[in-house]
């Protein structure tokens, strides 16, 4: 099994930002890729950003140019770099591990709220 814990949500104002951070532990070698997710009050879950273990990375349209993902492999950390923040990003985010082998693991979330 794979554990997933996020890190680095909060209150901040539109125009700020903020890093999330994921720690992985567990059975880190059967992941494959790593990616946020978030869901706002009423909507479906949507994904943000993911990256692989070679460093692809991809970015939902509404992110691109203000978030970035990133991973570290010696900490078996994910981060998400979020710049430019915007009320509409207010959302609970969760991390997200593909795995080789087994289900996929979820994180239990982190809430982003951005006032206006």
């Known amino acids: 099994q794979v554990q997933l814990v996020e890190s680095g949500g909060g209150l901040v104002q539109a125009g700020d930002s903020l890093r999330l951070s994921c720690a992985a532990s567990g059975s880190i070698f059967s992941i494959n890729a790593m990616g946020w997710y978030r869901q706002a009050p009423g909507k479906q879950r949507e994904l943000v950003a993911a990256?692989?273990?070679?460093?692809?990375?991809n970015y939902a349209d509404s992110v691109k140019g203000r978030f970035t993902i990133s991973r570290d492999g010696a900490k078996n950390t994910a981060y998400l770099q979020m710049n430019s923040l915007k009320p509409e990003d207010t959302a609970i985010y969760y991390c997200n591990a593909q795995r080789s082998v087994g289900m996929d693991a979820w994180g239990k979330g982190t809430l982003v709220t951005v006032s206006s």
């Open positions: 990256i692989t273990s070679g460093g692809n990375t």
